[in-house]
């Protein structure tokens, strides 16, 4: 399974997705800081699963229809930062499809992520994977997991790592940075989390007119799916 995520800097690198699926041939692509209301139905062989409804910019996760079979979709509201109260600018920070793999003939859940702005605080980060997790273990009890996408954490990514791992998660970071903005945030912002799946590889791919560098998750089934524990992040 080969997914790529991408922030798209308030919809400005939309046009580079279809040279993304020619050159890699994702079997789903996660989008971030997208217009919702200028989404393509298809982007090469994918189509559109779903995207957020609730802010203009917001999520979205395409799906290869030859590989997969459209099950449920949900977004989710997350814990707000200070900056979505003052500002709004998204109210859904996460949404999660859950699929059937025509080729496994098994099910596994894939999600979009984008955590709040580097204005907050990591703790609050922090309560916001630990609600998505909480979330997409609902959307799909006890199948392989996948969620990718901006998660906005620039220091102590060790300290995220390990806190998800207690709670029976993996978190993956990118084979070199994807954010170089801002000199002092320069780092691996985009990120996976994963149970049920081994994860190959996470590969930054070249930069295109985003301050985010899209990423590639290539990943496999694992063997039996435990089912993590109470998410306590």
């Known amino acids: 399974m080969k997914v790529v995520s991408y922030n798209l800097r308030k919809h400005r690198a939309v046009n580079e997705l279809a040279a993304l699926d020619e050159r890699y041939s994702p079997d789903l692509i996660c989008l971030q800081e997208c217009d919702t209301n200028d989404l393509p139905q298809h982007i090469g062989h994918l ?16 799906y290869r229809p030859d590989r997969y079979e459209f099950r449920i979709v949900r977004s989710f509201a997350l814990k707000k930062s200070l900056h979505d109260h003052l500002l709004r600018p998204a109210h859904e920070r996460l949404v999660g499809v859950r699929l ?3 080729e ?13 702005p580097l204005t907050a605080l990591n703790s609050l980060r922090r309560h916001q ?12 009890p006890n199948l392989p997991t996948l969620m990718v996408g ?7 990514k060790d300290n995220l790592a390990e806190k998800v ?28 989390t994963s149970v049920g799946l081994d994860i ?13 560098l899209p990423i590639l998750v ?3 089934y694992a063997g039996a799916v435990v089912q993590p524990e109470d998410v306590v992040i």
């Not at 189509?47 to 203009?56: D, Q, V, Y």
């Not at 994977?129 to 959307?139: D, P, R, T, V, Y």
């Not at 901006?150 to 102590?156: E, H, I, L, T």
């Not at 190959?200 to 985010?212: A, F, K, Q």
């Open 47 to 62: 189509e559109l699963a779903s995207s957020t409804s609730g802010n203009r910019l917001g999520l979205a996760v395409y």
């Open 100 to 102: 059937l793999d025509l």
């Open 104 to 116: 496994h003939d098994r099910e596994v859940v894939v999600a979009s992520f984008h955590a709040a």
């Open 129 to 140: 994977i630990k609600s998505a997790l909480a979330q997409l273990q609902i959307l799909g």
């Open 150 to 156: 901006d998660y906005n954490y620039p220091v102590f």
């Open 165 to 192: 791992r207690e709670v029976g998660y993996e978190l993956t970071l990118s084979d070199a940075s994807t954010y170089t903005r801002y000199k002092f945030f320069r780092g691996h912002f985009d990120l996976a």
């Open 200 to 212: 190959r590889r996470v590969e930054t791919l070249p930069r295109g007119s985003s301050d985010h």
């Open 218 to 220: 290539d990943a496999d």
